[in-house]
């Protein structure tokens, strides 16, 4: 039972809640005690009745005198009450025997409790002091109605209140914090079950604290692991899609071959261009994967002159380009250093210019610029083609993607995606957008 976490909150609460439960409970108990041992052992009526006694007796003594306060004292003498008046002497004014030992308390309790109404000292018109006071009945026997002392709650009912009340109060809070503990739990199991779609952050409620953020962390790797394996499927479906063609071709080809002996030499040729299509495309998938663990021991990153890197591959770009007849023009390139991998920089822009030769049309130009802008580096490359449809300009960079408008054009969709993952790498950005007068524009950011 104690390996759950319910109780393991629900018993810590518990005893520190009755911990602070028996000492609460033994203060009081002790405080009661001592304040009912203290008022027993106050030697004078304390009472309501002993102190307007003693008032009328202290009045007496200012505005009267000595002698009408003795037979004020001797009435009350006659009703069984005993009100003494004592001077400096310590000697009652009606000659009556003063324990000394009372005397003495009751000068010490008025020295230390000045708020005692029962016990007054007054000093008369001719300056002569009194010490007024009404002995304890346990004294004198006298009859005059003393208060009871405030008696302590019982303990164990103390006890038993505190910990009821501990008791529930614990319950609920163990309660409230294992709440989204419990709801984690199974929202694991249903992701363990094949359920991505779980989201536990509603069922957190109004909570703002550490669990609330937890159950939110829970729903962005659900919502990860979702597009991921997502991902996964969508690129396992296409990369099938894209070897079944080529193989669909070759054995064609192959049997064609057979049926006609005399197209052997031409159906070769078309094997070997199939065979080709697929070593790049496996080429190309092979890039990407190793763009997708860019913390492998191929990570070496170093410092590069990106300007050279430019112009050699503009350079190549134009060769490639003398097919179509297709300009490639160009700012005047500053001198520019770069920290990264000098492989993969120029990967993402040779794929990205030869994307823009591929869908250029017959004699048209292309336009690179470079710009320096604040710390980051902006290469611009233009071209005069179809351009791409508004609705898929965001997707431009995912694995086979082709446009609706392109599907004529040979090509395996993921020289782009490949420019994405290596500018994206470098703390970068790329990004496309269709050009007014026509074509593409497709900028790349890159930190330097």
């Not at 002159?305 to 005047?332: C, P, S, V, W």
């Not at 351009?387 to 599907?407: H, K, T």
Request: glycine share 6%.
């Amino acid at each position: 039972m104690m390996r759950s976490l319910f109780w393991k909150f629900f018993f810590a609460f518990l005893l520190a809640l009755l911990l602070t439960s028996i000492g609460v409970a033994s203060g009081m108990w002790l405080r009661h005690n001592a304040e009912r041992q203290s008022f027993e052992a106050i030697p004078v009526q304390v009472g309501w009745k002993a102190a307007d006694l003693v008032d009328t007796a202290a009045d007496i003594v200012r505005f009267a005198g000595f002698e009408p306060l003795k037979k004020y004292l001797h009435e009350y003498q006659l009703n069984d009450i005993t009100l003494y008046a004592v001077n400096q002497d310590n000697q009652d004014i009606l000659g009556r025997k003063v324990d000394q030992q009372l005397l003495a308390t009751t000068r010490q309790l008025l020295f230390e409790n000045q708020r005692i109404r029962s016990v007054r000292n007054v000093i008369s018109e001719d300056g002569r002091a009194l010490l007024l006071f009404i002995p304890s009945p346990e004294k004198v026997g006298q009859k005059l109605d003393r208060p009871k002392p405030p008696k302590p709650p019982p303990f164990l009912l103390l006890l038993t209140m505190w910990v009821l009340s501990g008791l529930l109060f614990s319950g609920l809070l163990a309660w409230w914090f294992t709440k989204p503990i419990r709801i984690l739990k199974k929202a694991f199991n249903d992701v363990a079950d094949g359920k991505l779609d779980t989201r536990i952050r509603p069922a957190m409620g109004k909570r703002r604290d550490e669990l609330a953020d937890l159950g939110q962390n829970f729903d962005y790797m659900t919502s990860r692991i979702s597009q991921l394996l997502n991902a996964q499927k969508r690129l396992l479906h296409d990369v099938s899609h894209e070897l079944r063609s080529p193989l669909a071709r070759m054995q064609a080809a192959i049997g064609l071959a057979q049926q006609s002996p005399d197209k052997t030499a031409k159906m070769l040729d078309r094997v070997e261009r199939e065979s080709e299509r697929i070593d790049r495309l496996i080429g190309d998938l092979l890039n990407l994967s190793r763009l997708e663990n860019p913390t492998s021991e191929n990570d070496e990153r170093q410092h590069f002159n990106l300007t050279e890197m430019l112009l050699d591959i503009i350079e190549d770009a134009r060769f490639e380009a003398q097919n179509k007849h297709i300009q490639i023009h160009h700012n005047n390139i500053g001198q520019i250093s770069l920290f990264g991998r000098a492989e993969l920089i120029h990967s993402a822009i040779e794929n990205v210019l030869r994307n823009a030769i591929k869908y250029s049309p017959e004699k048209g130009v292309i336009h690179i610029t470079t710009d320096t802008l604040s710390k980051h580096l902006q290469i611009i490359i233009e071209d005069q083609g179809p351009g791409i449809a508004e609705q898929d300009l965001q997707q431009i960079f995912l694995p086979f993607f082709r446009s609706r408008e392109n599907q004529h054009q040979n090509g395996i969709g993921l020289g782009l995606t490949i420019a994405h993952r290596a500018i994206e790498i470098h703390g970068g950005e790329i990004t496309a957008e269709n050009r007014p007068e026509g074509g593409l524009k497709i900028a790349i950011n890159l930190p330097v």
